[in-house]
């Protein structure tokens, strides 16, 4: 019995794969979330993040003195990530930019921005993770001899609650 080129190559192909997928790795460790929590009474803010990138906004907030507030900010990178799969939980850290527009009463506004460092923080507390799920984001800011965001926050500046909406995987 002879055997065909393109059988053979049929078979030592088939021989390949089956080796790969017995010596391919075990699953890598999934992180990832997103949803809603609230940073102040009345103050909704959206997350997203996984390994490569962290985003939270405040997309409409008003504060006590009646000051229009807006935030976003997204990573540019993300130097570590650290996950305990037997706690449910991951520690995130890097660079972000921070943005926050003001309008205020008199009409006036400002934008404020600039490269912070930050350290996220999740805690999967189960699924459906609304409502019993956890995320934090600090940032860092710098005090300059202007108007900045450290006046607003002060430093560290943590940004943080329980998930409303979403939810967050580890595992």
């Not at 890598?28 to 962290?54: D, L």
Request: charged share 15%; aromatic share 12%.
């Amino acid at each position: 019995m002879r055997l065909s080129r393109g059988f053979l190559a049929g078979l030592v192909a088939g021989s390949f794969m089956l080796i790969a997928q017995l010596e391919a790795p075990a699953a890598a460790a999934v992180v990832a979330g997103g949803g809603t929590y609230f940073v102040a009474p009345g103050m909704r803010s959206e997350f997203q993040f996984n390994k490569t990138h962290v985003q939270c906004k405040v997309g409409h907030g008003v504060m006590p003195d009646g000051t229009v507030f807006q935030m976003f900010m997204f990573s540019t990178s993300v130097d570590s990530v650290a996950i305990d799969t037997a706690a449910q939980s991951a520690v995130l850290k890097g660079t972000m930019v921070s943005e926050v527009n003001l309008r205020f009463t008199d009409g006036t506004s400002v934008t404020l921005t600039e490269t912070v460092p930050f350290v996220a923080y999740a805690k999967d507390n189960g699924t459906p993770g609304a409502g019993a799920d956890f995320f934090s984001l600090t940032v860092l800011y710098k005090d300059t001899a202007g108007f900045d965001q450290f006046d607003l926050f002060g430093s560290p500046a943590t940004f943080a609650g329980t998930v409303v909406t979403g939810n967050i995987t580890i595992k």
